[in-house]
């Protein structure tokens, strides 16, 4: 529950009224517009006399104001804080604002990005399409790395934030064609001084903004499935993270592009479609903003109908979402150790992709033909715009604006141009996943242990180790036991069993050796079966011949033996 201040009765008044309120009085201050409270307010906190405490991008205002519109009028009536809405709001903004850095500002995305890595090839297309933008691309990156709370800039920057709707978009639900789906609402916008008429840009946050989940949080939820379809699914990691890089992304501060200067605008692109099959087959979609991991990898691996067209690269560099989709595929993918290779898109789309909940959009449901019959059609948001979003013209259409950057769709990007690594990964993607790339799944996602165990001279209690791999139902290595000069491996005694849990594991993998018997036990939360055993949840076969006890202690070699066992993950 928010708690508001009660001046409904001071609009009843009238316009007049609001006249007489007294002005706020402006502090000489530096930075220009910045008052010494403001800074303090800041965050990072700035000190008003100590001009090199300036340096960084930080977050000020924290404001809702409260107006009164009298027609085409709007007059100030006072103005409150962010945390009078409530008390966590600035926390959480401010969270936000440190999560969002920590999606773009490590290797392989602020620099050295691995354009043949999967994230790239889905979100930014094979580099046959995008080349001529690869250098662009990883500026606005390097870029937006920098504003961040430390001191990464030569100037003071300031971004504003607001609570209260300036632009009257936190409302806006757009018209959908789609009978039996919610009309999505915004998070999130941001503006440029150009757009709002101020001195530096704003984001202003939308009530359901709060309601998502942190980074950590995201990481946990995503990574927490022991399903293979909502473990790798992508959108299950989105937040307050990802969404407010995605408003960073639209302020030429962060994506140094002042008067599409030296990078291009970001923007939010808008997506047609001709149905390719099913009950509307050839009919024409309305129109949906770009957003989510499904659009953009739609729009990053389709080429262009014409020959004389833009090349999808110039596109996708144009793409928040893509950006946005590609950072934060990293980052999953550097969390938990394995990339999260859904939602899939094939050469002709045939399931129906949803958005991300609470994203502003139109048809949230859609199948699309990639021919050149039936082709696909990109617009781009017309940046004279001042809040990116344009009326709607009718149900399905919103917006309808004509930026001169439409793009028509073909045929799939040319299988050739995508590297034999990736096509064996994305082979094994879709091992894990059954029934069209829905991402259904047949049974439970199943991991490996490739495990070498060791028998040694010394005493019995202790003469037993093991050195394995772990890998997940993907094929990503979860575990690795580490070498050492000093052991042969680790223990898995029976006093000492051997407990494992890395990212990427939903339980602890436990492994102990046992004498009597000559069996490995292994143990993964509920599951629980023995080396010998070769049929069941869990299960192993030998490779090679079996081991016998080491002869001529102390000073014989060990034995080993190997094995390979799967289990339900």
């Not at 008052?35 to 205002?61: C, H, I």
């Not at 980052?331 to 094939?346: D, R, T, W």
């Not at 492994?511 to 069996?519: F, L, R």
Request: charged share 25%; aromatic share 10%; with cysteine.
């Amino acid at each position: 529950m928010y708690r508001h201040i009660s001046l409904l009765g001071w609009a009843a008044i009238g316009c007049q009224l609001a006249h007489s309120l007294p002005q706020q009085t402006n502090v000489d201050a530096h930075p220009e517009g910045i008052t010494d409270q403001m800074m303090k307010d800041a965050f990072p906190e700035r000190d008003p006399v100590k001009p090199e405490n300036w340096y960084g991008t930080s977050l000020y205002g924290w404001e809702y104001v409260h107006v009164n519109r009298c027609g085409l009028k709007q007059l100030t009536l006072g103005i409150s804080k962010c945390d009078d809405m409530d008390k966590n709001i600035k926390g959480w903004i401010k969270e936000a604002y440190t999560d969002a850095n920590k999606l773009v500002n490590y290797d392989g995305v602020k620099k050295d990005i691995k354009w043949d890595s999967a994230a790239a090839l889905e979100f930014l297309g094979p580099s046959a399409y995008n080349k001529d933008q690869q250098k662009q691309i990883q500026a606005v990156f390097a870029n937006v790395a920098t504003v961040k709370e430390g001191a990464s800039w030569y100037t003071p920057n300031w971004i504003r934030v607001r609570c209260d709707d300036p632009a009257r978009r936190c409302s806006n639900k757009c018209p959908t064609n789609q009978e039996d789906e919610d009309k999505a609402v915004v998070l999130a916008y941001a503006r440029n001084p150009k757009q709002s008429g101020q001195k530096y840009p704003d984001i202003s946050f939308c009530p359901e903004f709060y309601g998502l989940r942190n980074l950590g949080n995201a990481i946990k939820y995503g990574s927490g499935f022991s399903n293979v379809k909502q473990k790798n699914l992508l959108d299950n990691y989105e937040g307050r993270a990802d969404t407010f890089l995605h408003e960073l992304m639209h302020l030429d501060l962060a994506a140094d592009s002042v008067n599409e200067s030296p990078n291009p605008h970001i923007r939010d692109l808008k997506i047609k479609f001709k149905y390719g099959e099913g009950a509307r087959e050839g009919q024409t979609s309305g129109w949906t903003k770009v957003y989510g991991p499904k659009l953009s990898k739609i729009l990053a691996r389709f080429q262009p109908i014409s020959r004389s067209s833009k090349q999808t690269g110039y596109f996708v560099q144009r793409s928040d979402d893509n950006l946005v989709s590609f950072a934060l595929a990293n980052y999953v993918q550097k969390e938990i150790k394995s990339y999260p290779f859904l939602p899939v898109i094939y050469d002709k789309i045939a399931d129906a992709p949803f958005l991300p909940p609470k994203r502003e959009s139109i048809d949230v449901v859609f199948s699309a033909a990639a021919n050149g019959d039936t082709p696909a059609a990109f617009d781009n948001f017309d940046p004279n715009d001042p809040f990116g979003v344009s009326n709607a013209q009718k149900p399905g259409d919103c917006p309808a604006n004509n930026a001169g950057e439409d793009l028509e769709i073909g045929a799939p990007a040319a299988l050739d141009s995508y590297p034999q690594a990736y096509k064996d990964d994305r082979k094994k993607w879709l091992e894990s996943v059954k029934n069209g790339g829905d991402g259904a799944t047949t049974g439970p996602a199943t991991c490996k242990v490739d495990i070498t165990e060791k028998w040694t001279c010394e005493p019995v209690e202790s003469n037993l180790y093991a050195s394995m791999i772990i890998t997940s139902s993907t094929g990503s290595k979860l575990y690795t036991t580490p070498q050492s000069a000093h052991s042969p491996g680790q223990p898995i005694n029976a006093d000492h069993a051997l407990s494992i849990q890395e990212e990427g594991m939903a339980k602890p993998l436990v492994v102990v050796g046992e004498h009597a018997g000559d069996y490995i036990q292994f143990t993964y939360g509920d599951v629980s079966w023995k080396s010998g055993d070769t049929e069941g949840k869990g299960h192993c076969k030998i490779k090679g011949q079996n081991w016998k006890e080491p002869q001529g202690c102390p000073n014989a070699m060990m034995s080993t033996r190997e094995f390979e066992c799967e289990y339900p993950c």
